[in-house]
Structures are given as structure tokens and as C-alpha cells.
């Protein structure tokens, strides 16, 4: 891996800059798409699967006899692994849905928040290079615990894994829809493809920049997460072994992936090079991985601090802190997608089944955006109830507010009920 010691600040940016196609670009590519789906529905989506993705489609919905025929293509070994995993997963989750508590601002005045589910929600499952299910579970779950009344999935694989993962998950419908199409489909709506409200979910960067086009035209979306990336923090306690294999972890996801090791030790940075090259040797995606690894750097930094600050600056979607007292290091980190401490806690945990979720900002978006959770499929709808005695504490604050600026509308509807028959 290219190796760059102790570079000035002013390098920094072009250091921390991810190898994704100028946006421009890709939504000159996608932009067509879209309209394509938005004209011609679903006969639209049918070219245009036949075009990217070599399938002719008959129906685009997944047959029910299909999803309900999943789970006996999957061994006994792999439906109790993604079980297991359902299981981390949802209990994870389950933990982030707040009660709403009740708070009384002033004698008389109380203000609370309500989570509901957005009714139609679309998930992506990315399936042009790998089977995602795991992705499934990341979306489907959280969905359900919201309350999403219409989960609906597409996806280009018709793995069994992801038909089985969507009907554990609850999800009711499923199309075999890829690509910028499918976000177009969801989008906007076809014949068989119902419309939603927000699109969540993971994919490369044509996917990643159709979420971004249909968000100017209203749909809500997650976040954008495209390609896969991780920086590793390790210092002379961390294994080089582990290293490589975690930046490889990444690397393998596509072409487009970047990883970065961060070090503070020369000696480290060289084991984790040769380890890399043996173990890229017998990678199965050895091909994607390289072309990975040439987009990517080992970086040499004089001190803790400027790792810190280098990593805050790169916003990496994945962090893995293999260093020495790695939560203490985790406190000074402000910008990234999702933290792995010490040497024993891999990044492929969380892409499958520690609980946490593996939907996560990519090319520095962890700079404001968070990862998927169970609030990204919820809305908070406040409600306020305020008592006569209540009305008259606030009212004449209101009514005070409400003339300065003018509008004595607002002003007469707190006075009408204080004073009341004046009006
Ligand atoms: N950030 C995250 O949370 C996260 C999680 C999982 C995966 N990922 C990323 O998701 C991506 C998955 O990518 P993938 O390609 O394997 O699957 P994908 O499902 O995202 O994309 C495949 C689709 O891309 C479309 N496509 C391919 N080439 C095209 C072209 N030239 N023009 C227009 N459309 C084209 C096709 O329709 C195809 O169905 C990877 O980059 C991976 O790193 C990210
Ligand atoms: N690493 C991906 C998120 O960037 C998630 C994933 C799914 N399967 C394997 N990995
Ligand atoms: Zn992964």
C-alpha cells in the first residue's frame, strides 16, 4: 500500500478525498434513468434491467411461491447464523425507541413528542456484485420496530438468503429491481411498484446518486452510503495479521471502496504491507480488493493527536481503533460512521450480526449524518396540552410575541379565550 510519512496539513484534504466519480458526472448517467423510470413505468424498468443487468423480467415482483420457497434453498448452518443475527440485531435496536415523556414547561403547559412510523418506506438491497442480506436484516428491522406499515424491498439478486432475511424481517413486497432504477421505481411509483415516502439502503455510486436526485423531488432519504470504506488507527500493540485482514474486509467490496491505516509506527505500517500481499494472494475477490488497495494509503503520523485529528478530518464510515486503551482514543473521535475497539473486535462483526447497524455514511458524510437506527424509520409528531390556569400564565407572553411581530391573528386567538366574549 502506498506509504506517505508525516505529510503537512496542507496535504490533508487530498489525503482524506475518496476515489467516487465526479458527482456531476454520475448524475449525468442517472438523471436519464430516473426519467426513463418516471415516463414509461414499469416497461421502463424492464429495459432497463435488460440493459444493466442482463435479465429479462417477466414480473417484477418476487412470486410468493418464490419467497415462501427461500428458506429450503438455505442450509440449516446459514438460517441459524442469519437467526442469531436477527436476534443481536433487533435487540440493539428494539433499545433505541423512546418512551415519549411528558414535560411541563411552565404550570399548566405540557409539551411531549410521539414516534410514528413513516407508512411506506423502500429499502435497497445492493446485489450487483454480492447478495446483501445481511442488508436486509439492517433495514427490515428497524422498520418493524418503528411500525412501518408498507416495507417495500428491491433488490437485482434473487438470492434465497434475501428472500428468506425479508420475510423474517417482515417486509411486504419485494421486486427484482436494481440500480439507479429501483430507487426510481420507489421513487416515484410504477404499475407494480408502489410509491414511498423515505429510501433507505446502501449501493454503489449510481445508487447512491439516484437517492440524492429523487431527494430534490421530495422523497426522503437515509443518508447517502455508497461505496465501503474503513481507516484503521493502530499503534505497536495492534496485530498486523488483523490489520490487513480488516483493511482487506473493506477493500473487497468493490473497486471503488478506499481503506487507510493510520499509524504512528514504521515498523507496523511495513508487517501490515507484507501481510496484505500474502493475503491478497487467495482472496477470491483478489481483483476488486487490488484495485481497491490502489486507491487507498498507509499514513505515518508523528503523534496521537494528529492521528486523531486526521481521522476526525477523513470522517471514515468504519473506525477501528487497535491501539492501546482504544475507548479513551474513541472519546476524541467526532467524526465517523461506526467505532470497533481493540483487537478482538473485527469490522465484519458489524456488517453481520453484532447488532448494530451496517447502513452508514461513506465519503465523509460522517461528518452529519448518523448511521441507520430505528429514529431514521420514525417521524416525531409533537403534542401539547394547556390547561385554563396554563393559558393564563402563557397567554400574555404570546399575545406580547404575537403584536411585535405584527400578527394580530395569533394574538386574538390566545385574548379571545382569556377574555372571553370580547371579540
Ligand atoms: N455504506 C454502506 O452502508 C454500505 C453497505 C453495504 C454495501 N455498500 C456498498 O454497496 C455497493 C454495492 O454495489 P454493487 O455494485 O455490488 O451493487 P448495487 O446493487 O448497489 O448496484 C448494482 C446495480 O447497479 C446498476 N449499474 C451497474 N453498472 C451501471 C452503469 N454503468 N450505469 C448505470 N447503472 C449501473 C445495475 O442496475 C445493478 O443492478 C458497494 O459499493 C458496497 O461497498 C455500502
Ligand atoms: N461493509 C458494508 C457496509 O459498508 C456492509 C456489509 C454487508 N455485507 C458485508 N458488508
Ligand atoms: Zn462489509
Known amino acids: 500500500m502506498k506509504t506517505i510519512t508525516f505529510p503537512p496539513r496542507s496535504e490533508w484534504p487530498g489525503l482524506v478525498a475518496r476515489p467516487v466519480q465526479d458527482a456531476g458526472d454520475i448524475e449525468r448517467k442517472v438523471a436519464p434513468i430516473l426519467e426513463q423510470v418516471k415516463t414509461q413505468g414499469d416497461a421502463g424498468v424492464r429495459e432497463l434491467a435488460l440493459r444493466f443487468d442482463k435479465v429479462e423480467l417477466q414480473s417484477l415482483a418476487f412470486p410468493e411461491e418464490e419467497l415462501a420457497g427461500a428458506e429450503h ?49 423502500g429499502i435497497y438491497i445492493p446485489g450487483g456484485t454480492a447478495p446483501l442480506f445481511s442488508t436486509v436484516l439492517m433495514l427490515g428491522i428497524p422498520a418493524k420496530i418503528a411500525g412501518c406499515k408498507e416495507v417495500v424491498l428491491c433488490t437485482p439478486s434473487d438470492h434465497p438468503a434475501i428472500l428468506y432475511a425479508a420475510r423474517l424481517a417482515g417486509v411486504t413486497k419485494a421486486f427484482r429491481i436494481g440500480g439507479a432504477q429501483a430507487i426510481a421505481a420507489l421513487a416515484y411509483g410504477t404499475e407494480s411498484v408502489p410509491k414511498v415516502y423515505k429510501i433507505f439502503g446502501p449501493g454503489n455510486q449510481y445508487v447512491t446518486a439516484a437517492k440524492m436526485l429523487v431527494n430534490k423531488d421530495g422523497i426522503a432519504i437515509d443518508m447517502p452510503a455508497g461505496p465501503s470504506e474503513v481507516a484503521v488507527y493502530a499503534d505497536d500493540t495492534a496485530v498486523p495479521e488483523f490489520v490487513a485482514a480488516d483493511l482487506l474486509s473493506q477493500a473487497e467490496h468493490g473497486p471503488d471502496s478506499q481503506v487507510l491505516l493510520v499509524s504512528t509506527s514504521q ?125 393564563q400564565t402563557l397567554g400574555p407572553i404570546v399575545e406580547t410575541m404575537a403584536l411585535a411581530e405584527s400578527l394580530h391573528g395569533h394574538q386574538r386567538a390566545v385574548a379571545v379565550r382569556n377574555e372571553k366574549g370580547k371579540f
Open 73 to 121: 434453498k438455505l442450509d440449516d448452518s446459514l438460517k441459524s447464523a442469519i437467526r442469531q443475527a436477527y436476534d443481536n440485531i433487533f435487540r440493539f435496536h428494539k433499545g433505541q425507541l423512546q418512551p415519549a415523556e411528558k414535560i411541563e414547561t411552565m404550570p399548566g403547559v405540557t409539551c411531549w413528542r410521539r414516534s410514528v412510523g413513516i407508512e411506506k418506506v
Open 267 to 391: 515498523e507496523l505500517i511495513t508487517a501490515v504491507d507484507q501481510c496484505l500481499d500474502i493475503q491478497l494472494a487467495d482472496l477470491p475477490r483478489k481483483e476488486l480488493a487490488t484495485q481497491s488497495i490502489g486507491n487507498s494509503q498507509a499514513i505515518l503520523v508523528q503523534s496521537e493527536e494528529e492521528a486523531v485529528d486526521l481521522l476526525n478530518a477523513y470522517a471514515a464510515e468504519h473506525l477501528i481503533l487497535s491501539v492501546a486503551d482504544a475507548e479513551a482514543v474513541s472519546e476524541k473521535i467526532i467524526n465517523a460512521g461506526s467505532i470497533f475497539l481493540g483487537n478482538f473486535t473485527p469490522e465484519s462483526c458489524g456488517d453481520y450480526a453484532s447488532g448494530t447497524n451496517h447502513t452508514l455514511p461513506t465519503n465523509g458524510y460522517a461528518r452529519q449524518y448518523s448511521g441507520v437506527s430505528v429514529d431514521s424509520f420514525v417521524k416525531k409528531i409533537t403534542v401539547q396540552h394547556i390547561t385554563e390556569q396554563g393559558l
